[in-house]
């Protein structure tokens, strides 16, 4: 086989973006653009992936990190001086050059796969990646002979009339000879009204050559948008997410509501489980089998366990064991982890804290800095009290406790097991096991007091 490269661009400035962020780093469901792009392209078994970085891109290096090798484009002078960026790596090698723009994150790997292998098949020096659009405006213009022959490619701010009224447009994505690419892309002149070296030429070069030029042309143009601003951000993200959507209920996922239900691109999801509307599943969280996450809840980077119910909350960064449920409204923040069958009823808050199984915390607490053991009931409003102004400390709270309602509970300190605290308790000192604390103003009465009051007429 033949040997296969890419060039990824990803130096533009991204001006119409407005963003402090890189362009390419922008994400779609999640994921950076140029990663969706690089992801995508390793399905063509490529030898080396060259992206070409401009300042202030080390972003994009520290995010791909070894799935590529990097050359810096100092100054960005248009794509076809980017790829020349990529000479020192690649020039005298024999074999096939994917080139693909960082702000393509649409692009499928079977796309990608189809191009590579027409391209070697036809024998091409250069194929371009087409697409019929409805809209081509911003596009470059594929203009063809009358026999059907591609003959150049017209940005559209160089197109004549007739050129821009032309709807086949140039994707951003080509195949090369690898030597041909880098002895042509010499021969590309910036005379045009950006002033910039298009690499899109490269194409009218070789053809004027006689050399074998190719185009394959995408039936769907929803994979070949070119992320420019922010308009074409949210319809990349839509276009995305109907993706993954339609993958997760392929795979057995049930969803009421696929256009309200947004799921990042590395989200994982088990059979049988129901997604309800407006839920927001975000980075590297899994999703067990048989759980239902009702609607409006919020879940990031975290694991759910099999059989788990998740009702209008916010996970974030914590695990949730199998049969374990939460909510309405309640938050699990970072670090948090429910064993088996733990139960988080409404309005309560935990922070990295271990909760052992089958314990339950139904209403009105914040658990914050602790370790929670099996089977313990924590009464409404109870406050894990971890945070002296300065500090946090720890509170451990051992198996089969009853903590009654309205409990403070000042870090640090520990209840051992089998043990009762009484409602109201504000507790400072260990609770030992299989003993009862009660740590509150006995109540006063006074007797006929009201009588006795001398503004009582
Ligand atoms: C480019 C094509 C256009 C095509 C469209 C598809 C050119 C001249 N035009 O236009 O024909 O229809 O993509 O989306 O190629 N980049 C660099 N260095 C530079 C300039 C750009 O690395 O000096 C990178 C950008 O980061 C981007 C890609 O190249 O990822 C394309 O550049 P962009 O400015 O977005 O070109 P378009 O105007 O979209
Ligand atoms: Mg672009």
Redesign the pocket.
């Given at each position: 086989m033949n040997n296969r490269y890419a060039v990824v661009?990803?130096?533009?400035?991204?001006t119409r973006m407005k963003s402090k962020l890189y362009?390419?780093m922008h994400p779609v469901m999640g994921k950076p653009m140029v990663g969706h792009v690089v992801d995508q392209a390793q399905a063509v078994n490529l030898d080396q992936v060259v992206t070409?970085?401009?300042v202030g891109a080390e972003t994009v290096q520290e995010y791909l990190g070894e799935k590529s090798s990097y050359v810096l484009?100092e100054?960005?002078?248009?794509?076809?001086?980017?790829v020349k960026q990529a000479a020192s790596e690649l020039k005298d090698k024999e074999g096939t050059t994917l080139v693909i723009?960082?702000?393509?994150p649409l692009l499928t790997a079977d796309t990608l796969k189809g191009l590579v292998e027409f391209h070697e098949k036809e024998g091409a020096k250069a194929t371009v990646l087409t697409a019929h659009a409805n809209n081509p405006f911003?596009?470059?213009r594929v203009i063809r002979s009358e026999e059907g022959a591609v003959t150049k490619?017209v940005?559209?701010k160089d197109a004549s009339e007739a050129e821009a009224a032309v709807q086949e447009?140039?994707?951003?994505t080509y195949c090369f000879d690898n030597k041909a690419l880098f002895e042509t892309l010499e021969k590309v002149k910036n005379e045009n009204v950006q002033g910039?070296?298009?690499?899109?030429d490269v194409i009218e070069i070789l053809k004027n050559q006689s050399e074998l030029v190719a185009a394959f042309q995408l039936d769907n143009m929803d994979e070949?948008?070119?992320v420019?601003d922010r308009v074409a951000l949210a319809q990349a993200n839509k276009v995305m997410k109907e993706r993954i959507n339609e993958q997760h209920m392929r795979n057995g996922v049930t969803m009421i509501d696929p256009a309200n239900t947004y799921i990042e691109s590395d989200v994982v999801i088990g059979q049988d489980t129901l997604v309800e509307p407006g839920v927001y599943l975000k980075g590297s969280t899994t999703i067990g089998e048989d759980c239902t996450i009702g609607a409006h809840s919020v879940i990031v980077d975290s694991t759910i366990g099999n059989g788990v119910n998740v009702t209008s909350s916010m996970i974030e960064e914590s695990i949730m064991g199998d049969y374990s449920d939460i909510g309405p409204s309640s938050h699990l923040r970072p670090q948090t982890v429910l064993k088996e069958s733990v139960h988080i009823g409404n309005f309560v808050e935990v922070k990295k804290a271990t909760i052992g199984k089958k314990t339950k915390i139904g209403h009105l607490t914040y658990v914050g800095d602790a370790e929670l053991g099996e089977d313990i009931n924590i009464g409404c409003g109870t406050v894990f009290v971890n945070y002296d102004g300065k500090n946090k400390h720890k509170i451990t709270v051992g198996d089969n406790s009853f903590i009654g309602c309205n409990t403070n509970l000042i870090a640090p300190v520990t209840v051992e097991k089998n043990t009762y605290i009484a409602a109201g308790s504000t507790i400072t000192d260990t609770v030992p096991e299989n003993s009862l604390a009660i740590a509150r103003a006995r109540q006063t009465i006074k007797e006929d007091y009201i009588n006795k009051m001398s503004i009582k007429d």
């Open positions: 661009l990803a130096a533009g400035q991204g362009k390419v070409v970085t401009g484009q100054e960005q002078l248009g794509t076809a001086h980017a723009c960082g702000d393509t911003g596009y470059g490619i940005e559209q447009i140039n994707t951003g910039e070296y298009y690499l899109p070949a948008l070119g420019n």
